[in-house]
């Protein structure tokens, strides 16, 4: 029993699930005969002589610094060229001008510093992040770009009116490399947006944060930014270009990742974000810095329904564990997720908890995780990972609570068993009456032992989850 496996013993939901679809198909179309995979192959030009019928061409990840238009002039049904992570200076999109079903063309992590312009109608997918780009990189013909769902761009430095020329289009995404910014010496620059559902935008990974563009998007559904740096004083520059940013009502998703800050920012940022409309927020790789104390915040009405908190390190040593958790679990929110941290603890909400869906995968848990806590009485599922050792070592803890708080009667469908490994039940102690009454009468997952198929076990899970929602919605209609 490895420690690895011990972490995700405790797995707390609350899901209701119907049926589990399991087993996925994967289809192999006749496309993937026109699909050519030469990256990473230490290329520095493109090879000639590619199928004619070449529909999917991966050149990424070479030292290609130069393309012809007879590299790829012949390929006329090339829908997709991913060309990232070569070594291209500059570029004449008149290259494409025989390619006129180029759908998705990935340029991002070049060194392209200059390009020349031409209307390539047919392009979705369009990615120059990651560049050597002074300017952003938008020609007038991206304004004739009517089928354009993805645009990725880099800059050094942007002016008002760069994206002009593509303002009336309606894009689902642009994603902004700001890696290599410097900003202006004086005053707050401003950058127009004019429609996207998801912005993304990339800060350098080592400076502090210091953006000071007045961004301003239409309709922005979705934010994410990757690579923030906080400390104590700059925490209100942050602060100060989201309240610019996510002045609408329309801002539902806001996903930072990785971010380093100190826990006073991490809260005045909670504190900030907590009124506003936003309704699932993800931190993705989390860093805790110089010192964990008591702060204040209200936990004013939210419309916040998810927080989610995927990897964090903390690297503050002495703390006091209280002032953490309780932050977490006083949370008026309905969804919860804390995975992949070092917390080792969870405290049981001083009120009843708003609390329907709690995700604890992989902590390092102890089994006083809201030990004799009846505040969480509208947990309507509980799942369990369970292992021969934690069956024989900590079981009895569960059975207890389960006693006491008259939770999961038999006949009940919320308690969800998944076995890590058999457990045969001769392994299981006879005063677990619970248990093996459980194990025999319920169908229960077994957890997959391949690592690949992890995500498909999860993603069946929330299939399930989200079925059961459907059906009471459609129950409701036919009722109604
Ligand atoms: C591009 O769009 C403009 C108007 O937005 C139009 O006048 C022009 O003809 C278009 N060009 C092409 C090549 O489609
Ligand atoms: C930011 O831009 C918006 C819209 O362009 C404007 O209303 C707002 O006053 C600007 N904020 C600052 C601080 O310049
Ligand atoms: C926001 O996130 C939720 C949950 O992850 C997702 O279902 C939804 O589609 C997202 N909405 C947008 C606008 O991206
Ligand atoms: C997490 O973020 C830090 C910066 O805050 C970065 O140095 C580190 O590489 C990131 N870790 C992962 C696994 O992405
Ligand atoms: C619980 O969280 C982990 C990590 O974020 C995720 O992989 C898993 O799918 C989640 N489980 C459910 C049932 O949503």
Redesign the pocket.
Known sequence: MTKDKESIIRSFCCVYIVTLILGAMIQFSNESEFVVDMSKMKLTLVPKDLPPKTKVLDISQNYISKLYISDISYLLGLKVLKLSHNRLQCLDFSIFKFNQDLEYLDLSHNQLQKMSCHLIASLKHLDLSFNDFDVLPICKEFGNLTQLSFLGLSATKLRQLDLLPIAHLHLSHILLDLENYNAKESGTESLQILNT??LHLVFHPNQLFSFQVNISVNSL??LQLTNVKLNNDNCQVLIKFLSELIRGPTL??FTLKHVETTWKCLVRVFQFLWPKPI??L?IYNLTIIESIDEEDFTYSKTALK?LKIEHVINRVFIYSQTVLYTFFSEMNIMMLTLSDTPFIHMLCPQTSSTFQFLNFTQNVFTDSVFQDCSKLVRLETLIFVLSPNFVQSEWCHYELYFAHHNLFHEGSNNLILILLEPIPQNCIPSKYHKLKALMTQRTYLEWPKEKSKHGLFWANIRAAFNMKLTLIAENNDAET
């Open positions: 559902e998801t559904g979705c539902l998703n309704e699932y993800n998810a």
